[in-house]
């Protein structure tokens, strides 16, 4: 069976429902997931209510007493015990699990990649158009959440089909983000080429403007194409000189994604810094009504408490062994550490694994980061799963970002049996 008929088959289980929770991951795929599920759901005059948690753990699957959840986002990693505690459910989640379960739509069964080539709100989507026929918008905007086109700086696979039947236009240009900003801002805080000798040095980059004639207060998205083309050559030149390769360099220029005008990367910023800060059903209407912009104040607060916890993070990472780690203490709340320790990772030219604990309810939360250079050396994901299961916790994700919660107190113990792991990964 392909995945559009597993779609189709898990679309009649839901529709023979006359409740359904919708219980799904408090981050930008996760609420467009969530969002997508609940258009289909009030199309077809059931009632629901959406719930959004951080992880989904043994404790929270155990409290489950709604007569049907629809899973999103999550669920994947813990088939075991839905099946053990026989949760009337549907899941659509796009992480990787080994184990089956029937009423998953599990994108890896079908040979396709659910890190790249769909995410949750996709699955959402494949499911729910089978209710009525609605543009994929929401659909993109996840995946781009999800951060699925930074592997080919395009959308590919599945994502690429959806986005045909979505209204977003999409454009080739610099990927570097905040085109609408002051360009000199635009080029000293983009992570992705980090501009070398540039990267955070203000000074730098407007003498570095100046010197190739270019009105550094202009944003790129007001320069004309020969200013384009001015920068965008002595960018490059710059980038060859410090070494960088052909496919770092290429990195520059890619696709870009537009609604009415709107990158979808801002939007998904949107997205999540509402999710993370309790604001995830405020998220869900404004996905609905597609009133992106009422969100953006809630932005401005969300970066100011996000650059106190990153200063913070900073002047508390340690060393262990092979790792870095930072404690957040009850001053970096459990939903940003996994934004810290990723920015950290990329600002910072962090060259070791990054953990972050944080403090939650009844354990300690755990995101771990890996810096690009050992992406092909090291999995966090399998790791983290087997150390935090041992201490009694769980945990999973991807490659290179991953997550888990573990016991209050068992810090150290983590620390030591994860770091013997990254160790025999590196020997290996
Ligand atoms: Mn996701």
């Known amino acids: 069976m ?3 008929n597993k779609a189709r088959e898990i679309s009649g289980i839901i529709e023979k429902q006359d409740v359904v929770t919708i219980l799904s991951h408090n981050d930008a795929d996760g609420v467009t997931g969530a969002a997508i599920a609940k258009i289909a759901l009030e ?28 899973f999103i986002d999550l669920g994947n990693g813990n088939i075991e015990e839905i099946i053990e505690k026989n949760i009337s459910c549907v899941i659509s989640d796009h992480h990787f699990s080994r184990n089956f379960y029937e009423n998953s739509i599990n994108p890896f069964i079908y040979g396709i990649d659910g890190e790249l080539e769909i995410s949750a709100a996709g699955l959402s989507y494949l499911i729910s158009s089978n209710f009525f026929d609605f543009p994929s918008d929401l659909a993109i905007i996840g995946a781009i959440g999800d951060l699925q086109d930074l592997k080919h700086c395009r959308i590919v696979g599945m994502n690429r089909e959806l986005l045909a039947k979505s209204n977003i236009e999409v454009k080739k240009d610099i990927r570097i983000y905040g085109r609408e900003k002051p360009v000199y801002k635009m080029i000293a805080y983009s992570p992705d080429p980090v501009i070398p000798r540039l990267f955070k040095r203000i ?21 004309s194409k020969e200013e384009k083309k001015i920068l965008l050559s002595s960018l490059i030149r710059l980038l060859i000189e410090k070494g960088f390769t052909y496919e770092q360099i290429s990195r520059i220029f ?35 009504k597609g009133n992106f912009e009422k969100g953006e104040s809630m932005l401005e607060k969300y970066k100011r408490n996000l650059r106190e916890c990153i200063s913070f993070a900073k002047s508390r990472i340690e060393e262990h062994g092979k790792l870095l780690y930072f404690h957040g203490d009850g001053q970096i709340n459990e939903n940003l550490v996994g934004t810290v320790a990723g920015l950290l990772i990329k600002e910072e030219e ?4 990054l953990i972050g604990f944080a403090e939650t309810g009844d354990g300690i939360k755990i995101s771990a980061r890996l810096p690009a250079i050992l992406s092909k050396k090291v999995n966090l994901s399998e790791s983290i799963h087997k150390v935090a299961s041992k201490l009694g916790g769980g ?5 290179s970002a991953a997550g888990a919660i573990i016991p209050k107190g068992m810090e150290n113990e983590f620390l030591s049996a994860f770091e013997e792991e990254i160790r025999n990964q590196l020997v290996l």
């Open 43 to 70: 199309q077809k005059g059931i009632k629901n209510e959406i719930k959004f948690v951080n992880y989904l753990d043994k404790k929270t699957i155990e409290e489950i007493k709604e007569k049907f959840v629809w």
């Open 350 to 353: 962090i060259k070791s694994p």
């Open 395 to 399: 945990g999973g994700g991807h490659c």
């Open 254 to 288: 890619g696709e870009i994604y537009e609604i009415d005008g709107k990158d979808l990367r801002d939007i998904t910023t949107i997205l999540n810094a509402m999710a993370r800060n309790g604001e995830a059903e405020l998220a869900v209407e404004i996905c609905i």
């Open 203 to 223: 000074g730098a980059v407007i003498s570095f403007l100046k010197k190739i004639g270019i009105n550094y207060e202009k944003s790129w998205n007001e320069m």
């Open 2 to 4: 392909g995945i559009k």
